[in-house]
């Protein structure tokens, strides 16, 4: 156990800056599918979010308890039955490429190829074929992908699948990533690297990050902030800023740390069902 660090400047949660913005406010926030009609019940009762740019936030919570509907109401796929989501203290505007989305599955165009792909976005976007070409090259390369460019998605690995749906997001450089769960269906050994890629592209390019995730020590591992999700209707329970996922030290570093194992259980107290009490 790595104690003596605790103290060091390393472990400290990185300070907000008062001038920083909020990229994402969710304020009282309901959603309720298929509107107010009777018989319908609130899928998010009330939530009250704030974001601020350049956070990488961990969302956990039991199946069920509205992760992903919240997601989608910051993507601007839903809207809220009662409340107010505003991006970068505008009215939400919308789906738009300025938001990018990363799913469990890549849902790459089977068709297309990874280059071709990485460009979709950027086509919306009005973008000249050169300069298309010319992101997706330096977006390939950012996540490791130049070699397979022109490879079409049944030729990729699951992990290179992943690798090109993140370049496709970040290609029209978006201010704030999506992703839920995207790592999941993936092997231990292409998740953690995935999960070094996306810890490097945070600190290198100070991206807002909101990241979905059954995975306990995933969220340890990359989250400045974690939030624990109940349903019933969703809400928020737990809402803590994390220092484990700090720097650049290979990530058994963090799990070594005597907060660690703290962190965890707490985390995973809060998220076993409260007939399984008898756990703890
Ligand atoms: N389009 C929809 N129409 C109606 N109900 C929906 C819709 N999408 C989700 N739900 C319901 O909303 C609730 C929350 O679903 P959501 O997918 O947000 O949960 P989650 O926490 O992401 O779950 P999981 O971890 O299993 O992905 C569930 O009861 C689900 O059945």
Redesign the pocket.
Known sequence: MIEAAIDDEIWKPREQSESAKDAVALNSVSLR??GKAAGNTD?LGAVQLHIQEGEFVCIL?P????????LKLVAGYEKPTEGEVRLYNQPHPGPNPKVGVVFQHANLFPWLSVNRNVQFGLKMLGLKRSERNRIAIETLGQVGLDSAASLLPHQLSGGMKQRAAIARALAANPALLLMDEPFAALDAITRESLQYLLRKLWIETGKTIVF?T?DVEEALLLGSRLIV?KGGP?RIEIDMPNSLNRASEPFAFARQHLRYGETREQLLKALRPSDQSWQD
Do not use: D
């Not at 199946?63 to 919240?70: A, I, V």
């Open positions: 599918y298929g899928v919570g199946s069920g308890c509205g992760k992903t509907s919240l979905i059954h999700m969703g």
